[in-house]
C-alpha cells in the first residue's frame, strides 16, 4: 500500500510512556463507530478518519468497523492509530497501532471487520486519531464502504463487538476530509473559501460596464 498523509512528523510514539502501565492491567479494547450511520466510501479521496482523547488509560489492539466491498473491489484497507490531530503528509511510522488488510477480508454484504494488530496502550489527557484508509479507485464498484465514516462517535468495543461503557471518548471529533489526492502537494482543510459574487453585484458590474462602453455624443458647435 503506498504511504498516507496523516499526521505531522512531530507527533511521537508513546512508547516510552506505555511501558510503565502493564498491558496486561487492562482488557483489551477496540476502536468502533458500531453499526450505526450510512454508509460511507473509503477509497483513495475519502479517508476515514477520527480525533479523540480517553478519560482513562485504554489498551487497544486495533479497530472493528461495520465494511463491505463493491464487487470489483482489490486494494488493501488499513487501520491506523496515531497520538496527535489529523495533519497530512506523513507515513506510518509513527502509527501506534497498524494493520492492513486485502480484500479477501471483506464481503459484498456489510459485517463486522476486525483489523487486529500488537496493542497498545492509549493514556488518559492525550490526543490521538484514528484513520481508516485505502488505494481502492474512487468508484462505488472499486471502493470500500463503512457505517458511519468520520461523521459517526467512536466507542470502545470488545473483540465480538459489544461496546465497553465506563470509558468516556473526549470528546470525539469528526475531522475535515482530505484533499481529493491524498498525495498533492500542497493542500489545506483550513483554507478559508472565497466567497462567490451575488447577482446584484454581477449586474451592477454589467451595468457599469455598458455605461463605459456607451458611445458618447459629442457637444453641438455653437452657431457663430
Not at 512508547?15 to 487492562?26: D, E, I, K, M, N
Not at 490526543?127 to 462505488?140: E, I, N
Amino acid at each position: 500500500m503506498k504511504p498516507i498523509h496523516h499526521l505531522g512528523a512531530g507527533l511521537i510514539v508513546l512508547a516510552a510512556s506505555a511501558l510503565g502501565t502493564p498491558v496486561q492491567a487492562l482488557p483489551v479494547l477496540f476502536v468502533s463507530t458500531g453499526h450505526a450511520g450510512a454508509q460511507t466510501q473509503t477509497d483513495i479521496n475519502h479517508t476515514q478518519h477520527w480525533t479523540f482523547s480517553v478519560s482513562q488509560n485504554v489498551t487497544v489492539g486495533g479497530g472493528l468497523f461495520d465494511m463491505k466491498r463493491g464487487p470489483s473491489s482489490t486494494a488493501e484497507v488499513g487501520f491506523a492509530i496515531f497520538e496527535g490531530t489529523y495533519s497530512p503528509f506523513t507515513s506510518l511510522d509513527n502509527a501506534l497501532v497498524q494493520k492492513d488488510l486485502t480484500s479477501t477480508a471483506f464481503a459484498r454484504q456489510f459485517k463486522d471487520i476486525l483489523f487486529q494488530n500488537t496493542v497498545t496502550t492509549l493514556l488518559a489527557g492525550h490526543t490521538y486519531t484514528g484513520v481508516l484508509f485505502s488505494d481502492a479507485l474512487d468508484a462505488r464498484n472499486k471502493s470500500y464502504f463503512v457505517k458511519g465514516g468520520s461523521a459517526s462517535p467512536l466507542l470502545f468495543v470488545n473483540a465480538k463487538g459489544k461496546a465497553v461503557t465506563g470509558i468516556e471518548i473526549l470528546p470525539s471529533i469528526a475531522t475535515p476530509e482530505p484533499p481529493p489526492s491524498r498525495f498533492a502537494a500542497s493542500a489545506s482543510s483550513d483554507a478559508t473559501p472565497i466567497p462567490e459574487p451575488t447577482l446584484p453585484a454581477l449586474m451592477a458590474l454589467g451595468l457599469a460596464g455598458l455605461a463605459w462602453t456607451a458611445p458618447r455624443r459629442k457637444p453641438a458647435l455653437g452657431k457663430t
